[in-house]
C-alpha cells in the first residue's frame, strides 16, 4: 500500500505558465515533506521541504504548499521554464522513520 | 555536489550470478542508503546504514544484502541476481536522520 502517492504520472505545461505538481499521502503522522527533482541518468536532486508546523514554504520560483487536513501538499513552479523539464519526486517522513518516496510526475515545460 | 560515486555505473548479468555495486563518499556523512528506482514504484528502499558495521533493513530488502566495512564505503550486494533485480540502483547520503539526502548519479543493472 504506497503511502505517498503521485497521481498524475506526467504534466506539460508552457514555458511561463505555473506548473502545479501534486502529492496525496495516507499516514498522518508523517511531519516532514520533501521534493526531489531529478534529470535522465542523474540522481535525484534536493528542491524543497517543509515541516507539517508550517503551510507553506518558497524559495526563488519554488513554492509547496501543505494541506495537512486533506493529506495534501503540491509544488508551484512559476514561471516554468524548459529547464524545469525533470521528473518529481515527492517524499515525506516521520520521526524515527526513512523517507517515503511516491511514484514522481514527469514534468514537461514546452518552450 | 556532494562527493558520491556508485562503481559501475551500467552491468549486465546473468539470473544466479552475485553482483555487488559500491558507494563511495568523500562527505563523511553518517548515514548511507540504497535505494532501486522502477517505474511507478518512485524510490523505495533498500537497506541503509548509520555507522560503520550498523546497518538495517528498508522497504524491499528481500535478495539483497549491505556492509560498510569503512565509513566512505557502502556495498549492495545481490546474492543471486533475478530478473526481477532489474532496475536503476541509487546511493544516498545524509548527515542526520531526517536530513536532505545527496543522491549518486546510479547505476543500471540488468539481469538476462
Known amino acids: 500500500d504506497q503511502q505517498v502517492k503521485q497521481n498524475s504520472p506526467s504534466l506539460s505545461v508552457q514555458e511561463g505558465r505555473i506548473s502545479i505538481l501534486n502529492c496525496d499521502y495516507t499516514n498522518s503522522m508523517f511531519d516532514y515533506f520533501l521534493w526531489y527533482k531529478k534529470y535522465p541518468a542523474e540522481g535525484p536532486t534536493f528542491l524543497i521541504s517543509i515541516s507539517s508546523i508550517k503551510d507553506k514554504n518558497e524559495d526563488g520560483r519554488f513554492t509547496v504548499f501543505l494541506n495537512k487536513s486533506a493529506k495534501h501538499l503540491s509544488l508551484h513552479i512559476v514561471p516554468s521554464q524548459p529547464g524545469d523539464s525533470a521528473v518529481y519526486f515527492c517524499a515525506a517522513a516521520n520521526a524515527g522513520n526513512m523517507l517515503t518516496f511516491g511514484g514522481g510526475t514527469r514534468l514537461m515545460v514546452k518552450p | 555536489d556532494a562527493g558520491i560515486t556508485q562503481s559501475p555505473r551500467h552491468k549486465v548479468t546473468e539470473t544466479g550470478t552475485p553482483v555487488t555495486l559500491r558507494c563511495h563518499q568523500t562527505?563523511?556523512?553518517?548515514?548511507m542508503y540504497w535505494y532501486r528506482q522502477d517505474p511507478g514504484h518512485g524510490l523505495r528502499l533498500i537497506h541503509y546504514?548509520?555507522?560503520?558495521?550498523?546497518?538495517d533493513k528498508g522497504e524491499v530488502s528481500d535478495g539483497y544484502s549491505v556492509s560498510r566495512s569503512k565509513t566512505e564505503d557502502f556495498l549492495l550486494t545481490l546474492e543471486s541476481a533475478t530478473s526481477s533485480q532489474t532496475s536503476v540502483y541509487f546511493c544516498?547520503?545524509?548527515?542526520?536522520?531526517?536530513?536532505?539526502?545527496?543522491f549518486g548519479p546510479g547505476t543500471r543493472l540488468t539481469v538476462t
Open positions: 562527505e563523511n556523512h553518517r548515514y
Open positions: 544516498a547520503i545524509s548527515d542526520g536522520f531526517q536530513d536532505e539526502q545527496y
Open positions: 546504514s548509520y555507522g560503520v558495521k550498523d546497518t
